[in-house]
């Protein structure tokens, strides 16, 4: 299916779980446009979540302009040009990389130590 999975007692909602991990597939590729998307009600009972969680998640996907869908064919990941996948790509970082900063600020970190901390990140990835 989608290789989803949800976490039970985590903090973030089901729906968002299952959005971040849809968009997450189409933003990096992992989930080619085009790509068909399973039925809600199938996911749903994959998950052991609410019909009412899944189509939350898919409305938001939608809404972002992730996913598309064709009346009487069902949803599918949507066909973004390489620009379009930059900028989510961007807008995806925007949160944590506003986090790392100011943990960074906190600690007394300069730009230079906090570059070279990535850097060294990267690598070790």
């Given at each position: 299916m989608?290789?989803l999975?949800?976490?039970p007692?985590?903090?973030?909602?089901a729906?968002?779980?299952?959005?971040d991990?849809?968009?997450?597939?189409?933003i990096?590729g992992r989930?080619?446009?085009?790509?068909?998307?399973?039925?809600i009600?199938?996911?749903?009972?994959?998950?052991?979540?609410?019909?009412?969680?899944?189509r939350s998640a898919?409305?938001?996907?939608?809404?972002?302009?992730l996913?598309?869908?064709?009346?009487g064919?069902g949803c599918y990941?949507a066909?973004l040009?390489?620009?379009?996948l930059e900028?989510m790509?961007?807008?995806?970082?925007?949160?944590?990389?506003?986090?790392l900063i100011s943990?960074?600020k906190?600690?007394?970190?300069?730009?230079?130590?906090l570059m070279?901390?990535v850097k060294?990140g990267?690598i070790?990835q």
């Amino acid at each position: 299916m989608t290789g989803l999975t949800i976490i039970p007692n985590s903090p973030v909602p089901a729906y968002r779980q299952i959005f971040d991990g849809i968009a997450s597939g189409i933003i990096s590729g992992r989930i080619a446009g085009g790509t068909p998307l399973p039925p809600i009600r199938t996911v749903a009972k994959e998950l052991g979540v609410s019909v009412i969680t899944v189509r939350s998640a898919w409305d938001a996907l939608e809404a972002d302009g992730l996913i598309v869908t064709r009346a009487g064919s069902g949803c599918y990941a949507a066909e973004l040009t390489s620009f379009e996948l930059e900028r989510m790509r961007l807008k995806a970082l925007e949160k944590p990389l506003r986090e790392l900063i100011s943990s960074a600020k906190q600690l007394g970190m300069s730009v230079d130590e906090l570059m070279e901390t990535v850097k060294k990140g990267c690598i070790a990835q």
